[in-house]
């Protein structure tokens, strides 16, 4: 009997055991790793047979290791994809669409109304839905409240105005926060093509226009927009060191070198740290008001083991969907909602502030500026971009120069790729 009941009990366990699901992830570690896994243990306390592993993939070799996934078939179930390579792979990822009305118990029109229009585009493929958003993030201001208020100067829309600036109240506003405060700078931005599209957007020129037709050479704003830009660093408005020798803007605003950042919501934690008095504000409005979208998308990969798949896009969804797991995640993380009126009761009040600030802007952003960031083009022409704007405000080389080698950069690459996409 005894030997009857331990055969049972191995048995069982072992049924058991061939019952439990185990999920591979690959992440990007740090701060992200922290949030699937508090969100983890509050899933696997609801689906005790799913278990997870999750892999730390350093974001310099991410792209190298999905593609090389991809073409050995060695890949995990879900799987975190950075913004810029996420339509490239969408075609390797299951409808999670299909899943909706069973594990959310909403309609799929619903659920991607929920979101901003501006994540909406980027996670679905026509009526399909290949990603859920995971970290969602806008470009804003940062101030420095004290120098403000030193200064006399309002700010929006928490500083005493309402409303944006304009983009010739802004460049005003930082030459007088500069010399009431005694500062060495006024803004901080860091270098790269996405804050020079930002810049140029809210400013009335693209550098791609919706046809993913270079514009800089036929614009007749644009060479005069980007001698403004790069005179900002002449006139000690902007830091030099930041878009000459990549230094981190994050150093000269907590360091109190300069009263405004141009950054965006992923800087709030690092600005917690500081345990100074900085606030989110709007960007300028000019011609446009916008910002750029950016963070990560969560996938579940197409492995053929539809127990895995399905079980995959269970979770992909608990955890992409408000009010369930995609909580706990932005709670740890301090990311900011993708959802339109998405409330998440933070433990530091200035995430309602980001919130607020970068939900409005969501708001207003047109399409064309994710339709053009969302295309390969766009991606692989954001290096030439950063290096020579880097030369043309060390003085290297000249915006007619920048103008007529950028479009040398984009005629090649639409030679590589053969058509604009």
């Not at 995990?76 to 009305?101: F, H, K, R, S």
């Not at 101030?143 to 928490?158: L, M, Q, R, T």
């Not at 579940?300 to 955890?319: M, P, Q, S, V, Y």
Request: net charge neutral.
């Amino acid at each position: 009997m005894k030997r009857f009941l331990i055969a049972f009990m191995l048995t069982a366990l072992f049924i058991s055991g061939m019952a439990a699901v185990k999920l591979v992830v690959w992440c990007g570690g740090g701060t992200e790793r922290e949030g699937l896994e508090a969100a983890i243990a509050e899933y696997k306390k609801l689906n005790p047979d799913v278990d997870f592993e999750l892999v730390d993939v350093p974001y310099a070799q991410y792209e190298q290791k999905v593609r090389l996934g991809i073409m050995s078939g060695d890949l995990p179930d879900l799987v975190t994809i950075t913004y810029p390579y996420a339509p490239g792979y969408m075609q390797y990822m299951i409808d999670l669409g299909q899943y909706v009305q069973k594990y959310l118990n909403i309609s799929l029109e619903e659920f991607k109304n929920a979101m901003y229009d501006v994540v909406r585009i980027r996670v679905s493929e026509g009526d399909a839905v290949k990603y859920v958003p995971l970290h969602f993030t806008l470009q804003c201001l940062w101030v420095n409240d004290d120098y403000f208020k030193k200064a006399g100067i309002p700010y929006p829309p928490f500083g005493g105005k309402q409303e944006p600036w304009t983009w010739e109240e802004f460049i005003d506003v930082l030459k007088k926060v500069k010399e009431a405060n005694n500062l060495p700078y006024a803004l901080s931005m860091q270098r790269t093509a996405e804050r020079l599209f930002c810049y140029l957007g809210i400013r009335g020129v693209k550098i791609l226009d919706e046809n993913l037709d270079y514009t800089l050479d036929r614009d007749p704003k644009a060479k005069q927009l980007l001698i403004e830009f790069v005179d900002l660093f002449k006139q000690n408005i902007m830091v030099p060191a930041e878009w000459i020798s990549a230094q981190d803007p994050n150093m000269a605003f907590t360091g109190g070198l300069t009263a405004v950042l141009w950054a965006g919501s992923w800087s709030t934690l690092d600005l917690l740290k500081a345990e100074k008095n900085f606030v989110p504000a709007y960007l300028p409005k000019d011609v446009e008001w916008l910002s750029l979208e950016g963070g990560r998308f969560f996938g579940a990969f197409k492995t053929g083991k539809k127990d895995r798949e399905e079980a995959a896009a269970k979770f992909a969804l608990w955890i992409g969907w408000k009010g369930l797991g995609y909580d706990i995640y932005l709670k740890k993380t301090y990311h900011m909602s993708a959802y339109k009126n998405h409330k998440v009761q933070y433990d530091a009040t200035v995430m309602d502030q980001v919130q607020s600030v970068c939900g409005k802007l969501a708001e207003v952003t047109p399409e064309w500026v994710v339709t053009v960031r969302n295309s390969t083009i766009y991606s692989r022409l954001q290096s030439p971009i950063v290096s020579q704007m880097s030369a043309a405000v060390a003085g290297q080389v000249s915006i007619d120069q920048v103008i007529e080698n950028l479009k040398k950069e984009y005629e090649k690459l639409l030679s590589e790729l053969g058509e604009k996409k």
